[in-house]
């Protein structure tokens, strides 16, 4: 008689599960494209792996876990907000200070997060993991960027040194969130910027409202307004039914005072301005001026019905 194999029980998976309150943090190294194109793949290779070591070791050093390397980005787990911040830090300074890799001119950007995370199978997933993505995508060369939400979780000193970049639309979230950069450079060297109560005022001055035109349907989107979706779905906010259209095609934001399209589709979204300049942006975001036409999926034609005419109203 053959012996019967062991069926796992549908509770067994969960014991590899675990909910725990953490702040995730990718930290991404900026233009590697230009390293290989500059010093070639084995050197390219050799500052990579060196840069990662840093990364790692900083992680190690501030009680952080790391969770994966993706290409040229790094994604570790900390307890808490603090060890997170000053682990971030350190990436930065030690980075500028590696003999090796001064003359190369590195830099890095980072992203932060806290909040529950699952943590399954030695990976991570959850709303801190997506928004501290989110974070990483916003920074740019030599920024720390977080929320008002993690910033919270910093002891007074540490809190201290933070600024406000104003709110902003997050994917995936329902209300804007505070985003906020980490000062971890000499303040010399920073540049000042006004206080969030100035930036909301100034904000309100560049644009009031966005009006959308599309098949004698007019559709007006403010400020305050939350994703404003365009795509074949029923779902979205702007439906427009043709094959060439993806499901869900693109999405309007107003971040920083300027309303922001962003396609995520497979064919691409196509602008025709009022001044006659013609764009296409797909999978990449585009920033609406003024007055011109937006067509999903095909290129902007006199007799297509699916033209979808755009005015952007000042205050």
Known sequence: MKARKHMSAPGDRTTARQQVSATVLFADICGSTRLFEEYGNWQARQIESRILELLKAATAE????????????????????????????????AIKDDS????????????????????????????????????????????????????SQLPDDLEQMTRSLGRSWVRGKQDEMEIVEVLWQEPSSLTQVV????????????????????????????PSSRMFTLGRGEKNNLVVDN??????????????????????????????????????????????????????????ANNSPDLIRYECIQA
């Open 195 to 222: 206080s969030t109560e100035q930036q909301e005022e100034l904000r309100s001055l560049l644009v009031a409202r966005l009006i959308l035109v599309y098949r004698g349907a007019t559709f007006e989107v403010m």
């Open 243 to 300: 094959d060439r259209v993806s499901r869900s095609h693109a999405d309007i934001q107003f971040r920083q005072g300027k309303f922001i399209l962003a396609d995520g589709s497979t064919n691409g979204t196509y602008l025709l301005l009022d001044n006659g300049a013609r764009f296409f942006v797909q999978r990449e975001e585009f920033t609406l001026h003024d007055r011109g036409i937006i067509c999903l999926g095909q290129a902007v």
């Open 62 to 93: 501030f009680g952080g876990t790391v969770i994966k390397t993706i290409g040229d980005e790094i994604m570790s787990r900390f307890p808490d907000a603090e060890r997170a911040m000053n682990a971030a830090s350190e990436m930065h300074t």
């Open 100 to 151: 090796y890799l001064m003359e190369f001119s590195i830099s890095i950007k980072i992203g932060l997060q806290h909040g529950p995370v699952l943590v399954e199978q030695d990976d991570l997933f959850g709303d801190a993991v997506n928004v501290a993505a989110r974070m990483v995508a916003l920074a740019k060369a030599d920024q720390i960027i977080t929320t008002r939400e993690t910033v």
